[in-house]
């Protein structure tokens, strides 16, 4: 790295700023700190989180590390389209679970995790599958934003990558360990004000001390002609559709949202999410365009790594106030995922592994609570030791997205088909993961029928995420008609064409295969689910809750 | 016309945020004092 291209803080301030952020969230925590925090506080709050607290958390959870430097590669890479193409479906993200949501609440109002809500429809075999899933989410989420701390502390300060990465390690620890949830939520409210602020000041700093708009006009000549294109197919098939299709698979496989979920008020679940949906989308879209004016000044990206471009550009560009907020505002959207994540791992664990499957329904508050600690700590040491593998952020996002896709299908049709089966759930996933990880790593060879059968179940794919889309907020019917005009429409673009997007190709054939062998498997069986039965299954831990609510 | 459009293309994104910020600044401020007037903890 050549450090000589970016500003150098000295150690003293570094760790001044650092010690203010993470001392100062430390002592908000202190306002809702209690000797004795309950179980369910601890995993929930009291699922009575208002608008504003609701939608800052939501906000500030989904916003990470690799949100600013996926954007800015996005727009550097494929010009106009390319913030778009990051964020706005990373917002729909946000959008598209929350109807899906609602029936988790009504199906489960006192759950904690959508674990619990299915281990009540299934049992344990497919309740562990979606628990493992989100915990290999999160502790994928924890090694990339402890990495990213690494690498902006290495960048702009002499402390070393592993400095970086133990401090945010211990700052998140430390404020998310006692209050669980309760302290995510708050410190969310303040992390995301602060973030905001700090976009909405380097975003127009960044283009006006590049020289204004006229900088942005006479850039347009560097630009290719896909990239100048705002419809560019490239930018659409290369980054818009693998995370279109991970839309859902995202939301439904991170406990961070649904723990949201079930912690927001009942009726404020609607405009929380879109308002998250909005916030989302504006920061992240407005930073990636960071990415966009490095372009059009004919920036190059030090030792050619994509996520040194922003830390370039603001380094180049600005005062070093600026570069101090700059680093605040990393440090925020890294630590405000990172404290959700363990509170999210934390939540599966205590209610899932132990709650459910040990406890058997009787847990021990006290031992369930310092499970839920011993979680954090462990979660934390792992993303530690993990932060030291250097990884490609964007395309893993994808990966792991494509991989949850498995599971989509399945846990909507559960929530909402009473003829879901265990066996139906549990095989349906594990041949989606089978069919993605032969079409991913092309274990096979694409030509011929094999990728005329790929590709048609790949539009099968396509049809199902349009169909649950629209499902969600149209109904039953308009998603079934929907979802077959989309499948046959994508059969005829598919064939002979989508061979050579792996990714997408393997994302749609996770989630085609898997409506596939769900739907047969149901069918095959006779049984009928009582939905009902879900909510006297999914119980409060807390004694004190249980007895007034009884 | 076109430096004028990229411009704007740039600008509303912080402009947008803005607005959110102020939205979610006076929503959490209504939630304080809900939750005050109903004698429950915020979180």
């Known amino acids: 790295m050549n450090e000589e291209n970016f500003y150098q803080f000295s150690t003293l301030t570094v760790l001044i700023l650092l010690a203010a952020f993470y001392g100062g969230t430390y002592l908000l925590t202190l306002l809702i700190k209690k000797k004795k925090e309950n179980t369910d506080a601890f995993m929930v709050s009291n699922h009575q989180i208002g608008f504003g607290l609701g939608a800052a958390s939501m906000t500030a959870t989904w916003i990470w590390a690799a949100s600013f430097y996926g954007a800015a590669t996005s727009g550097y890479t494929y010009g106009i389209s390319g913030p778009l193409h990051y964020g706005l479906w990373g917002a729909l993200m946000i959008l598209f679970i929350y109807p899906f949501g609602r029936r988790f609440r009504e199906l489960a109002p006192n759950a904690h995790t959508l674990g619990e809500l299915i281990h009540a429809r299934h049992g344990s075999s497919s309740q562990l599958i979606l628990a493992s899933s989100n915990i290999l989410g999160s502790i ?84 290719t002609p896909e990239q100048a294109d705002l419809f560019s197919m490239d930018a659409i098939l290369k980054q818009g559709a693998p995370f279109f299709v991970a839309v859902l698979a995202y939301a439904i496989g991170n406990q961070t949202i649904s723990q949201r979920l079930f912690a927001v008020r009942e009726d404020h679940i609607k405009p929380t999410f879109i308002t998250a949906t909005i916030g989302y989308g504006a920061i992240v879209i407005g930073l990636g365009m960071i990415g966009l004016m490095a372009l059009m000044t004919g920036m190059k990206p030090i030792d050619g790594d994509m996520n040194n471009l922003i830390p370039q550009m603001v380094s180049m560009y600005l005062s070093p106030v600026f570069i101090g907020l700059f680093f605040i505002l990393v440090i925020g959207s890294l630590s405000s995922t990172a404290d959700s994540d363990l509170s999210a791992m934390s939540a599966i664990v205590m209610a899932d592994v132990y709650g459910k499957n040990i406890a058997k329904n009787k847990p021990d508050p006290t031992k369930m609570l310092f499970i839920g600690r011993l979680t954090m700590i462990v979660a934390t040491l792992i993303g530690v030791i993990l932060a030291s593998f250097s990884m490609d952020i964007l395309i893993m996002l994808v990966f792991v997205g494509a991989l949850w896709g498995a599971i989509v299908f399945p846990v909507i049709a559960s929530c909402f088909w009473d003829r879901v089966t265990n066996l139906a759930f549990t095989s349906a996933v594990i041949a989606g993961l089978l069919m993605f990880c032969v079409a991913r790593f092309e274990l096979l060879p694409m030509a011929g029928f094999i990728a005329v059968l790929f590709e048609l179940l790949a539009a099968v794919g396509g049809g199902v995420v349009l169909g649950l889309m629209t499902f969600g907020f149209c109904g039953r019917r308009v998603g079934l008609i929907v979802g077959a005009l989309s499948a046959i429409g994508l059969a005829f673009l598919c064939v002979g064409f989508l061979r050579d997007y792996t990714v997408l190709l393997a994302s749609l054939m996770a989630y085609g295969v898997s409506t596939l062998v769900c739907i047969a498997v149901s069918l095959l069986g006779s049984s009928k689910f009582d939905f009902t039965q879900i909510d006297q299954n999914v119980i409060n831990y807390d004694p004190a809750k249980t007895e007034a609510q009884a | 016309m076109q430096t004028f459009i990229l411009a704007a293309y740039v600008l509303v994104w912080p402009l947008v945020s803005l607005l959110v910020l102020a939205v979610i600044g006076v929503a959490t401020i209504k939630d304080i004092q809900a939750a005050r007037r109903e004698k429950r903890e915020l979180v």
Do not use: E, H, K
Not at chain 1, 169 to 180: A, I, K
Not at chain 1, 186 to 215: E, N, R, S, W, Y
């Open chain 1, 140 to 223: 994928i989420s924890l090694m990339v934003n402890f990495t990213a701390s690494g690498a902006l502390v290495s960048v702009l300060s002499p402390l070393s990558f592993q400095a970086g990465v133990v401090i945010a390690g211990v700052g998140v620890l430390s404020y998310t360990l006692w209050s669980g949830f309760r302290a995510s939520v708050l410190t969310d409210f303040a992390q995301l004000m602060a973030m905001m602020a700090v976009a909405i000041l380097i975003i127009p700093a960044v283009l006006f001390a590049l020289g204004g708009p006229q900088t942005l006009s006479d850039g347009m000549s560097l630009l």
